[in-house]
């Protein structure tokens, strides 16, 4: 909690609009930790958004957050609709994706875990731990722009998969986060910071 704040005290003038977070909020914590978490989030950037990781707990009737819970749900911002899916085997509804093939602007995928085969999933001796479901989305739907992931915490990198920017921030109890900067033309720019070091990966 204490790498947390300070990242978000540095970084509290900066005008961020939006935060959106890939899951792993806890270390296999419990409900009020996951409140108590993305409350103190919501202080600093009050338009937060997450999917939960396989080190969250599992939300219940209980749960009550200022942050909205993207779970196989779309929600409209400025300029553009972000859609998530949560857990390391993600449950890629079929609803969702007969929505997301049906509309007409851009999107931004959260998911837990990063796709197959990309910068985002590579671990250590040459091999790949992501989601070929996810691979697979990002590949049919041109509309997804922009795709957000965690779980695999070696390998922060931002890269592109055909006209898509994969972004994997990695683990924020290392200090690491990332600042993306998105046009009106859904242009992508974005750097990789560690908060213990403010360089850019």
Request: hydrophobic share 35%; glycine share 6%; aromatic share 10%.
């Amino acid at each position: 909690m204490i790498t947390l704040k300070s990242i978000l005290e540095k970084n509290q003038k900066k005008g961020i609009n939006f935060c959106f977070i890939a899951g792993d909020i806890t270390n296999f914590g419990t409900i009020n930790d996951l409140e108590n978490v993305l409350k103190l989030i919501t202080k600093y950037i009050a338009k937060t958004y997450f999917v939960l990781g396989n080190c969250d707990p599992k939300v219940d009737k209980t749960f009550s957050s200022p942050a909205t819970l993207l779970e196989s749900h779309f929600y409209k911002l400025d300029f553009f609709t972000v859609l998530g899916f949560g857990t390391h085997k993600p449950k890629i509804k079929k609803a969702p994706l007969k929505k997301l093939r049906k509309r007409q602007e851009k999107v931004c995928l959260i998911t837990h875990v990063p796709p197959y085969g990309t910068k985002a999933d590579y671990v250590s001796f040459n091999r790949h731990r992501g989601s070929l479901e996810v691979r697979n989305v990002l590949e049919k739907y041109s509309n997804v722009f922009l795709h957000i992931s965690g779980h695999i915490h070696e390998s922060p990198t931002i890269s592109k998969t055909n006209n898509c920017t994969i972004i994997n921030p990695g683990p924020v109890t290392i200090g690491n986060y990332a600042i993306i900067y998105i046009d009106n033309h859904h242009n992508v720019t974005g750097k990789i910071y560690n908060i213990h070091d403010i360089q850019e990966m």
